[in-house]
């Protein structure tokens, strides 16, 4: 794994580059998706990226947990997460399996 985190600079670069926009109108772009994405999660829809996955908010339910330093049994608060499903097109090409160029001498 090459550990490298996208960033929003990363994104609006990469719309810059393929769509031929400015760099400003790039980053605008891309922070209005992400608005949009961010209001409808918040209004409690999914949001479906075809090819990609889907975006959906789960309430979680109270329950106990427990503080692993004390062993104290303490509430854990009902709330919301989000969750995201790949899609099996996405699932397909991350566990594509590359083949090399070239053998290995291994």
Do not use: C, H
């Amino acid at each position: 794994m090459s550990g490298k985190t996208i960033t929003r600079a990363d994104l609006g670069e990469a719309v810059y580059q393929e769509v031929g926009l400015s760099r400003n109108e790039s980053a605008d772009l891309l922070e209005s998706v992400l608005e949009y994405m961010a209001e409808s999660l918040i209004n409690g829809d999914t949001v479906k990226v075809s090819s990609f996955g889907s975006f959906s908010v789960r309430q979680k339910g109270q329950r106990i947990g427990r503080n692993p330093k004390t062993g104290e049994e303490v509430p854990i608060l009902p709330r919301k997460v989000l969750v995201f499903r790949p899609s099996q097109v996405l699932k397909n090409r991350i566990n594509e399996v590359r083949k090399p160029s070239e053998p290995s001498d291994v």
